[in-house]
C-alpha cells in the first residue's frame, strides 16, 4: 500500500520504472535489432535513481550503461548489476585498481593517461577495456581531428589496453538547423575511416544522445547513447511533438500541511515578495529549495492541488513554500500537490517550470534532492521505496 498518511514526509518523486521502460522499447523500435543502447544513468540517472533505471534499462533491452565518473559505476557494481559500463568523463589514471576490481571502461582521450593506464595494466598483467573519444565539435574532453588519427594508432600499439569504443559528442543535435551536427559526423566518419584502414577496429562506435537518436538516422552507428529521452523527456521544446511518443517517469508530490485563512495585505515569506491582494486562504506545502524546487519558481511557479492550477506566492524557503488556493473550492490538509506531473486533467510539466526560470529539463530533473524519497512503480504498482533516511523498503501486495 502507498504511505499516503502525513505520518511519512509528505513530499516525495514517483518513479514509474513502466515508463523508462517503454520508452526504451519505442527507441529499440526505431533503431532496429542490431543497434544497442547503451542507457546513461549518470546523476543517479538524472535525479530518478540510477541503480532502478539501470536494472530497468538492462531488463528493458539496453545492453550497457554509462555514467560520469567511477564511484558512480561502484554503486552499480555494489547493486549487483554486471552489464559494461562506460566512465563517459576523465578517469585518472591513479583510479587503475578501482577500475579493474569494478570491471569498468574508462575514457581516453589522452596519450599520457592511455600509457599510465597500459604500465599498470602490464604491472597487473590485465587488460582494460577503453572507449576512446574524440572532440568533433563540442569543445569539451576528447581528441582534437587533427591529433586524433596518430594518437589513436599509438594508443592501439599500447599493451595492456583493449580499444573496445571510439565516440564523439554532438553539441547541437536538438536543434532544427542539422549542419553542425552534420559537419561532426563527417569529422567523426573521417577519424573512423582513417582507424579502419590503419587496422584499427572499434567493437562499439557512438555518437548519438538523444536528440541525435531522433533527429539524426546516421549518428547511431552500432550503440546510442541514451540519457533524457529514456526517462520520458525531450532535448528541447520544438521536440516535444515529435515521434515517437516518450512518456515522463517523473512526478513530484507533496501535501498540503496548512491552509490559513490571511486578510488582504498581508506578507508571504522571506523579503515580503509578496502581499495578499485580498482576504486569501494561503496553503503551506513542505517541500522548499532544498529538496530541488528552484528558488527561482518563487512568485512564478505553479502547482496542482484538486486538479486545479495554482500559483506559488512569495519566496520558495529551504523547507517550504506557499501557494494561494482561495479560488480553489475545499483544500484542506493532506490534499495532495503536484510539482510536476499530472493530477486529473492537468499536468504540469518538468519543462513548463524550467522555461519559465530559463533553464532545461535536464537540471531540474537533477535537482530533485536525495532528501526527497522516491516510489517506485512497476508493474502498475508501488515495488519499493528509497529515503536517505530510511534506507530502501520493498513494498509488497
Ligand atoms: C557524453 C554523453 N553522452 C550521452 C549523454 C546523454 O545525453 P542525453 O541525456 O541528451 O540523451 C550525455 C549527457 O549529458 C553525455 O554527456
Not at 597500459?118 to 590485465?126: E, F, I
Not at 589496453?161 to 542539422?178: P, V
Not at 520544438?238 to 496548512?258: D, G, Y
Amino acid at each position: 500500500m502507498m504511505k499516503s498518511t502525513l505520518s511519512v514526509r509528505p513530499a516525495w518523486a514517483e518513479i514509474n520504472l513502466d515508463h523508462i521502460a517503454h520508452n526504451i522499447g519505442l527507441f529499440r523500435k526505431q533503431i532496429g535489432p542490431v543497434t544497442g543502447v547503451m542507457a546513461v544513468v549518470k546523476a543517479d540517472g538524472y535525479g530518478h535513481g540510477a541503480r532502478k533505471v539501470a536494472e530497468t534499462a538492462l531488463q528493458a533491452g539496453a545492453s550497457s550503461l554509462a555514467v560520469a565518473f567511477v564511484d558512480e559505476a561502484v554503486d552499480l557494481r555494489q547493486a549487483g548489476i554486471k552489464a559494461p559500463i562506460n566512465i563517459l568523463g576523465y578517469t585518472d589514471p591513479s583510479l587503475f585498481a578501482k577500475v579493474i576490481q569494478y570491471n569498468l571502461s574508462p575514457t581516453i582521450f589522452g596519450l599520457d593517461t592511455a600509457e599510465q593506464f597500459s604500465v599498470q595494466a602490464r604491472q597487473h598483467n590485465v587488460v582494460l577495456p577503453v572507449h576512446i573519444k574524440v572532440d568533433t565539435g563540442m569543445g569539451r574532453v576528447g581528441l582534437l581531428p587533427e591529433e586524433a588519427l596518430e594518437v589513436i594508432t599509438r594508443i592501439a600499439l599500447l599493451d595492456g589496453l583493449k580499444i573496445e569504443g571510439l565516440f564523439t559528442h554532438l553539441a547541437a543535435a536538438e536543434e532544427s538547423d542539422k549542419s553542425y551536427t552534420a559537419e561532426q559526423l563527417l569529422l567523426f566518419n573521417r577519424i573512423l575511416d582513417g582507424c579502419l584502414e590503419r587496422g584499427i577496429p572499434f567493437p562499439l562506435i557512438h555518437a548519438a544522445n538523444s536528440a541525435a537518436a531522433l533527429n539524426h538516422p546516421t549518428s547511431r552507428f552500432n550503440i546510442i547513447r541514451l540519457g533524457l529521452s529514456m526517462y520520458g523527456y525531450y532535448p528541447a521544446p520544438e521536440m516535444q511533438e515529435i515521434e515517437p511518443k516518450l512518456k515522463p517517469a517523473l512526478s513530484f508530490k507533496s501535501r498540503v500541511i496548512l491552509v490559513k485563512k490571511v486578510p488582504a495585505g498581508r506578507a508571504i515569506s522571506y523579503g515580503c515578495t509578496y502581499h495578499t491582494s485580498r482576504e486569501s486562504l494561503i496553503a503551506t506545502i513542505p517541500v522548499g529549495y532544498a529538496d530541488g524546487y528552484s528558488r527561482l519558481l518563487s512568485n512564478k511557479g505553479q502547482v496542482l492541488i484538486r486538479g486545479c492550477r495554482v500559483p506559488v506566492v512569495g519566496t520558495i524557503c529551504m523547507d517550504q513554500m506557499m501557494v494561494d488556493v482561495t479560488d480553489v473550492p475545499g483544500v484542506c490538509l493532506g490534499d495532495e500537490v503536484v510539482l510536476y506531473g499530472r493530477q486529473g486533467g492537468e499536468e504540469i510539466k518538468v519543462e513548463e517550470a524550467a522555461e519559465l526560470i530559463g533553464t532545461i529539463n535536464y537540471e531540474l530533473l537533477c535537482a530533485v534532492s536525495k532528501r526527497v524519497p522516491r516510489y517506485y512503480f512497476k508493474d502498475n504498482k508501488l515495488s519499493s521505496i528509497s529515503d536517505i533516511f530510511d534506507q530502501e523498503s520493498v513494498c509488497s501486495d
